[in-house]
């Protein structure tokens, strides 16, 4: 068989499996766990199903991302198992493509060392490969983002460069918009509003010229929080707008709020207290309606902040009362329990700074659950 | 739930017509650029089609596409190759010392592959991560999302399940 006949043939094969992939994922997907605990079908030990899973473990990722991982789990065990009928170089993509969606439900589910072995996983698959290097700087693309993640910043910004070249000679836009997007991301958490600003700007154009709309909102709203961490309020509202309308287009309720709520976060840094007062209350209440009580607690706390600022001790008291509540009811981390606790006990006394690093520390805590509670300084 | 599906926007003759077009350019460039031989060469720009076919949806570009990976596969070919020593041309060709009982061994290895794929998905992943990427225990817990102990446990679990399969034994 010539190589081209061999092309066209693995193309027909390949339709045909996505095809009966396409009708089978959906029944996995309803409940992935249990198909880990049983023995493989034969019939989905294909290149298409592998592929399909991958994509729904991508789909599930938001949604949970505990399911993503069984799904993920499954595509890892069936690509490793793939017949030797298909050529090597397809069977070592599609493996290094399943062990970076189990990597990416890691992630997403803040478990980075667990993230980072699985992407080993994924680079050994693939290392020898010379034809493969734009999986190769996807793979880094990935490991950027969980480094970036860990506060390995000057790390993820190398393989980020790396990455952009490979994605830009491939022109491949969507994915340098991407790159762009987390290069913009880690020089936020490290200060570096203007860089962080300059690539963000980068993004929009492309993923508008891409009609990536998803892209263009994470964009904007990146480029309005390091607007107002710049200290420039009006681009700041003005980016955190566009990406409110756009999250509204795509009908996401839950970033909408967390857009509403960087607003509020902006006016608050800009001293505009009694706009961020009402705009904090708002989002609180979206938040708590939503189911995401540990978003809700956060907003309340950046609401205490605004209200101590404006000496509305009882109401600042009385709130940080209720997110106690709140968080002791929804079982959320202790030491988040403890940090809040504080600020009930020291609302008739605390400032707005003290609120303000609290608030600070409960962000950290997100990815550190281990960070210790140190009571701030009443005395500065 | 979206799932990838190419065959809807790419035929099978789409995509050879692809190949037919570009292949003659791919391997012109490995050997007018990188000085790699014909058959290398033609090796190569095969297997960035092959590459492309997982991809080709998700790809604007298809012409720069397949220009910069025969690029990047030429450049990543030819390290490669500086790094090889040629064998000596009156040098001796011995066997690899792996395959001197190969005759012996190929039905216990074709009864372990067996007795493996018989095993679930959660097995396999875990006998793989001990048994064949050489992991820990605490590091098969951190993969798996799930507690040393637990991880113990069902790599023990597993490998008693493949040596009953192993030996012929049924499900368990």
């Known amino acids: 068989m010539s190589r081209l006949e061999e092309f066209a043939r693995l193309a027909r094969q390949l339709e045909a499996e996505r095809r009966d992939a396409a009708k089978a994922v959906p029944l996995i997907v309803t409940d992935p766990e249990r198909f880990l605990d049983e023995p493989l079908r034969r019939e989905w030990l294909t290149l298409g199903m592998v592929e399909a899973l991958c994509s729904a473990a991508r789909t599930e990722l938001v949604r949970s991302p505990e399911r993503s991982l069984h799904i993920a789990q499954l595509a890892t065990t069936i690509a490793e198992a793939l017949v030797e009928s298909y050529p090597r170089l397809i069977r070592v993509q599609v493996q290094a493509q399943a062990w970076k969606a189990m990597s990416n439900a890691h992630r997403l589910a803040s478990r980075h060392p667990a993230a980072l072995l699985a992407l080993d996983v994924a680079d050994r698959r693939i290392a020898d490969e010379p034809a493969l290097a734009h999986d190769r700087a996807t793979l880094a693309l990935a490991r950027a983002i969980t480094l970036r993640e860990m506060d390995r910043t000057a790390e993820a910004l190398l393989l980020l460069e790396g990455s952009r070249e490979v994605f830009r000679n491939h022109r491949d836009l969507r994915q340098v918009a991407q790159c762009d997007l987390v290069i913009g991301m880690t020089h936020h958490r490290t200060g570096r509003f203007a860089e962080a ?177 140190v009571a701030p300084d009443r005395n500065r | 739930m979206s799932v990838h599906l190419s065959a809807e926007t790419r035929s099978d003759g789409e995509l050879a017509a692809t190949y037919e077009a570009h292949f003659d350019l791919l391997v012109g460039i490995a050997v007018s650029r990188f000085g790699i031989d014909r058959a290398d060469a033609e090796t190569l720009a095969h297997e960035v089609f092959l590459a492309f076919l997982t991809c080709v949806d998700r790809i604007n570009d298809q012409r720069a596409w397949l220009v910069s990976a025969i690029f990047n596969a030429s450049k990543n070919y030819v390290r490669r190759a500086q790094r090889t020593e040629p064998l000596p041309e009156d040098g001796r060709d011995p066997a690899d010392p792996r395959y001197a009982r190969a005759g012996q061994q190929w039905p216990d290895v074709l009864a372990a592959r067996e007795a493996f794929a018989r095993l679930t998905p959660r097995c396999q992943l875990a006998l793989r991560l001990r048994h064949l990427e050489g992991y820990t225990i605490p590091e098969i817990a951190t993969i798996l999302g799930t507690t040393s102990k637990y991880a113990a446990k069902l790599v023990g679990r597993c490998l008693d399940q493949a040596q009953r399969r192993y030996g012929g034994g049924g499900a368990s």
């Open chain 1, 197 to 373: 600003r300059q690539a963000f700007m980068r993004v929009i154009p492309v993923a508008r010229a891409e009609d990536d709309l998803h892209t263009m909102a994470a964009a904007y709203n990146n480029l309005g929080r390091a607007a107002a961490d710049a200290g420039d309020l009006n681009a700041s509202v003005d980016a955190l707008q566009q990406a409110r309308s756009i999250f509204r287009e795509l009908e996401m309720p839950t970033e909408i709020a967390r857009t509403n709520w960087s607003i509020g976060v902006a006016q608050l840094s800009a001293a505009r207290f009694d706009s961020a007062i009402g705009m904090l209350s708002e989002v609180r209440a979206e938040l708590l309606k939503l189911g995401m009580p540990e978003e809700a607690g956060l907003a309340g706390v950046d609401l205490i902040e605004a209200l101590l600022a404006t000496n509305a001790r009882a109401a600042a008291r009385d709130l940080a009362v209720t997110i106690v509540e709140e968080f002791r009811n929804a079982r959320l981390n202790e030491r988040a329990l403890q940090a809040l606790s504080y600020l009930r006990e020291t609302a008739d006394v605390a400032t707005a700074e003290t609120a303000h690093q609290i608030g600070t520390y409960l962000r950290r805590l997100t990815n550190e659950p281990a960070l210790l509670f």
